[in-house]
Nanobody
Framework: QVQLVESGGGLVQAGGSLRLSCAAS????????MAWFRQAPGKEREFVAG????????NSVDSVKGRFTISRDNAKNTVYLQMNNLEPEDTAVYYC??????????????WGQGTQVTVSS
């Protein structure tokens, strides 16, 4: 029902910033709860940040609080992850994910292809 494409990854030095974008192709983008996950080599995929359908509520994992900000622009069918003060530990493939908002506690079952973020020390 929705296709997701991430962009904006790259190589930055520690302390630098990146903004990731996730473009959605569906016609009902505003009905989806959106999130960012990441996966480092040899590790399990982990939740990073999520945002409600209207953008009024967000949450994030403790390790990125105060540094990363998730936002969305429903008119542009796009979700963003602003990453500031990046650390080498943030190095991972970052994935955009979506779930149908009206459902009760559904899993994130729509995924983008991922974008690489590499932070050098």
């Amino acid at each position: 029902q929705v296709q997701l494409v991430e962009s904006g990854g790259g190589l930055v030095q520690a302390g630098g910033s990146l903004r990731l974008s996730c473009a959605a192709s569906g016609r009902t983008f505003s009905m989806y709860v959106m999130a960012w996950f990441r996966q480092a080599p040899g590790k399990e995929r982990e939740f990073v940040a999520g945002i409600s359908r209207g953008g009024g509520y967000t949450n994030s994992v403790d390790s990125v609080k105060g540094r990363f900000t998730i936002s969305r622009d429903n008119a542009k069918n796009t979700v963003y992850l602003q990453m500031n003060n990046l650390e080498p530990e943030d190095t991972a493939v970052y994935y955009c994910a979506a779930r149908w908002g009206p459902a009760v506690s559904p899993p994130y079952n729509y995924w983008g292809q991922g974008t690489q973020v590499t932070v050098s020390s």
